[in-house]
């Protein structure tokens, strides 16, 4: 007998790909249980399995910097609790183009495995799930899918020092669309003009930028202090895109807005940046 729960969340989060770098994603997990009945005629109870995968996802993946632990490209790994620290290197033609990231353990999920891939990241999910369910399921399997999204998107990376919850960690993302109007007009040059723009893009605050003596002129760094500790993190220059604000998505969308106006005044412009799935802001110029 087969349970199986579609679409049961999304996980929004960073991960380190060898030649892209930082990349935002946003998963969709969908489960199937396999087992005997009970006495109940169940596998197991619908609510109590939906709210424990959703919890464990929550935890473990959601608005983390998942890192592949086997991949070549990790130079240095130290995962304490106060403090972890890490180096990538991107396979690029550019030297010294790194990656460097400091933060609370709870902001990294480590898997064992040389690529992050939605094949790799469930195969790791499944054996740290098991323990967790009863013994009457059999098997569990869990997958991961993307939403299909026809219209320009790009991936992005940030970090909110000000947010209360997960959103604080310097290193977390999305894969998000972008629609823009031009006079009420849907205008797709513009909507690929952005994408294109922050395809694998760290969007950072100017206000967290500070100096580290040697990088100045390759790359750019950010730090602060939030409520779950001291976040770091350093970037090749070519990955950054600096915003005088925060970085939430109401003053994402906001700046794409600002900046298409600035640019042409005549006109105007609605901007719906999304953050993730079916979700995000809508600003209009």
Not at 78 to 97: F, I, P
Not at 163 to 181: F, L, P, T, V, Y
């Amino acid at each position: 007998m087969r349970l199986f729960v579609d679409n049961l969340t999304n996980v929004d989060f960073s991960y380190l790909h060898a030649k892209r770098g930082i990349v935002g994603e946003t998963w969709l997990a969908n489960i199937e249980l396999i087992g005997e009945l009970d006495e109940q005629g169940m596998i197991c109870d619908f609510g109590i399995v939906k709210k424990m995968l959703r919890n464990w996802l929550d935890t473990e993946i959601d608005h983390r910097l998942v890192v592949p632990l086997r991949s070549p490209n990790l130079i240095q790994f130290d995962l304490n609790t106060s403090c972890s620290k890490l180096e990538w290197t991107y396979s690029s033609d550019l030297t010294g183009d790194v990656l460097t990231m400091q933060s609370p353990q709870q902001a990294i999920c480590a898997v064992e495995t040389t690529e992050i891939t939605p094949e790799s990241v469930a195969a790791w999910c499944i054996e740290q799930l098991k323990p967790l369910f009863p013994s009457s399921v059999i098997e569990l399997k869990l997958t991961f899918t993307i939403e299909p999204i026809n219209t320009p998107f790009y991936h992005y990376s940030h970090g909110l020092k000000k947010h209360d919850g997960n959103c604080q960690r310097i290193a977390h993302g999305h894969r998000s669309k972008i629609e823009i109007w031009k006079n009420d007009k849907l205008n797709i040059p513009l909507m690929q003009e952005w994408a294109k723009r922050w395809q694998d893009i760290y969007i950072g605050s100017e206000s967290d930028e500070i100096s580290v003596t040697g990088l100045e002129e390759s790359h750019i760094a950010f730090a602060y202090t939030a409520q779950q500790g001291d976040f770091f993190i350093s970037l090749p220059k070519r990955v950054c895109y600096l915003m005088n604000t925060d970085t939430t998505v109401e003053l994402i969308a906001q700046h794409i807005a600002q900046q298409l106006k600035t640019n042409d005044p005549v006109n105007s412009y609605r901007v719906k940046a999304y953050e993730g799935l079916s979700k995000g802001a809508i600003v209009d110029l």
